[in-house]
């Protein structure tokens, strides 16, 4: 049974850090790209972040850019999302999910994960 597991949510004040980790198992996505969504409260889920098998292609929504990082740890099966600089606006449950049908930053991926909450506070 393929399962990803995301971890590292948590209430921080605005302007902190938090790093967020999504373990996959049932099997290895080395040669998948993965990517990382956001649901805040009452909103659509949206992108924020993917990137290929390889890590040579990363995507970025606007809305993050310059402030997460997405990376990958191919032998541990786990990608990563660093989030610096966090806003109250970046508060939502953030799931991550594997191989996609379509396109990186769209919703169609085979595999989602559970969802970890992130709070942000002013």
């Known amino acids: 049974q393929v399962q990803l597991v995301e971890s590292g949510g948590g209430l921080v004040q605005a302007g902190d850090s938090l790093r967020l980790s999504c373990a996959a198992s049932?099997?290895?996505?080395?040669?998948?790209?993965l990517g990382w969504f956001r649901q805040a409260p009452g909103k659509e889920r949206e992108f924020v972040a993917a990137i290929s098998w390889s890590g040579g292609r990363i995507y970025y929504s606007d809305s993050v850019k310059g402030r997460f990082t997405i990376s990958r740890d191919n032998a541990k099966n786990t990608v990563y999302l660093q989030m610096n600089s966090l806003k109250p606006e970046d508060t939502a449950v953030y799931y991550c999910a594997a191989e996609p049908v379509g396109t990186y930053y769209g919703m169609e991926y085979n595999y989602w994960g559970q969802g970890t909450q992130v709070t942000v506070s002013s």
């Open positions: 049932g099997r290895t996505f080395s040669r998948d790209a």
